[in-house]
């Protein structure tokens, strides 16, 4: 089936056929807009646009050759290869190259004064429109692409400047500046830059944290060869999750009060008697069995919940996220308060756990009541035989034999 037959449906009263509306999907609808990228290295006019392609090209016995980026082009790729083809009627050819959605071309020339001359000049559209080409890359080149944060806040011109002395010791730019927000437009601390590292130059070697060098700042890179960091503290060695800053390096355990650990980890927890359990008499008077089924039934309503508590808080407590602080309370809802009261009349527990529960999305409920179910340490179990003991010793006392 065709999209077109797939999109429309026939309309049988006049016989044409309308387009179906779609709705946005949840994935499309949730998406975050990418953040907005501008170069600080070169500035594009309206009218020039310059292709920033950084790929190693041709082969050893080819022509030199030079990069175009259409991807801001209207036309297909027919139109625009008879284009070039036109503009260059000497050339040696053309090689396509897929990276992601750009549209690259690689343009073969005979000489290397016609490349220069081509990355000058550029292609001009009948619109006005002009389209440099950028030079490749040599084979032996090494190419780091850098995601940067925690930029000072100041002019562009201070951070254009900046950014290319504390850049500089580390290789040849490219290309380098700044993300700004989708929506508003505002710069928030984040950048980008592109770094060309020969391998018969030595450079310094790239660092996570780099000195601002027009003052005393210092900002943060990222990229994807680098050595384990830790994006919280900015030290080498360790990674985020074992940070000893971490939220969950704080907070106490339960059992013993130090830091460091949970509650179900602690290895100076205190294992405290459980209640004991009702045993039936060995006589089979009636008079003994309803003196031990009374005393023992007394025993098991008198039972202190301090140990099942402390069990139940234990278990509770691991399904707080590591990175959560604050306990905020969800929403309510009928299915949630259901399953709230479920476990809260069922499992003796503190007024914290009670706290950690009201903060739990319904899934996580779920995966509590299954941990519960199988680990956890109810009286309700027991409540039915004692209410039928205490029923049947009141009958008993009432009998007037």
């Not at 360790?238 to 509650?263: D, K």
């Not at 179900?264 to 008697?273: F, G, S, W």
């Not at 969800?330 to 399953?339: G, H, I, K, V």
Request: glycine content about 4%; some cysteine.
């Amino acid at each position: 089936m065709s999209s077109a037959n797939f999109i429309k449906s026939p309309d049988k009263a006049s016989g044409t056929q309308n387009s179906q509306q779609r709705h946005p999907s949840y994935a499309h609808a949730t998406r975050a807009h990418p953040p907005i990228k501008e170069s600080l290295i070169s500035k594009d006019t309206d009218n020039t646009i310059r292709s920033r392609v950084w790929k190693v090209g041709g082969s050893p016995a080819s022509c030199p050759s030079m990069f175009f980026d259409f991807t801001s082009r209207p036309e297909n790729r027919a139109a625009l290869l008879c284009y070039i083809n036109e503009c260059y009627p000497d050339n040696c050819g053309v090689r396509l190259h897929s990276d992601q959605s750009r549209r690259i071309v690689e343009l073969f020339l005979p000489t290397s004064k016609q490349c220069e001359e081509t990355s000058v000049t550029g292609i001009t559209f009948d619109d006005g429109e002009c389209i440099l080409a950028s030079k490749p890359i040599s084979a032996d080149t090494r190419l780091v692409h850098l995601q940067l944060s925690d930029l000072p806040f100041t002019t562009l011109d201070k951070l254009r400047l900046g950014l290319r002395k504390s850049l500089a010791p580390y290789g040849s730019l490219s290309d380098y500046g700044i993300f700004r927000d989708h929506a508003s437009n505002l710069f928030m601390g984040r950048g980008y830059a592109t770094l060309k590292i020969p391998a018969n130059y030595k450079y310094k070697q790239l660092s996570h944290t780099i000195p601002w060098l027009t003052s005393d700042d210092s900002f943060h890179a990222t990229w994807a060869e680098m050595p384990l960091h830790c994006l919280r503290c900015h030290t080498a060695g360790h990674a985020t999750s074992a940070c000893p800053r971490h939220p969950s390096r704080s907070r106490l355990c339960w059992t013993c009060g130090q830091p460091g650990h949970r509650a179900a980890q602690c290895t100076n927890r205190q294992v405290k008697p459980t209640p004991d359990t009702y045993h039936p008499p060995t006589s089979s008077s009636p008079s003994s069995y309803s003196v031990n089924s009374s005393n023992s039934d007394i025993s098991m309503l008198s039972v202190d919940p301090s140990p099942f508590e402390s069990h139940n808080d234990a278990i509770i407590s691991d399904f707080i996220p590591d990175d959560q602080i604050d306990l905020k309370p969800q929403p309510p809802s009928p299915d949630r308060d259901a399953m709230v009261q479920h476990v809260e009349k069922r499992y003796p527990m503190s007024d914290h756990a009670k706290t950690i529960i009201a903060s739990l999305s319904i899934p996580e409920l779920e995966r509590l009541c299954h941990t519960l179910k199988d680990q956890g340490k109810s009286l309700s179990s027991s409540t039915p035989t004692t209410l039928s003991l205490v029923s049947s010793l009141s009958k008993g006392n009432n009998d007037p034999t």
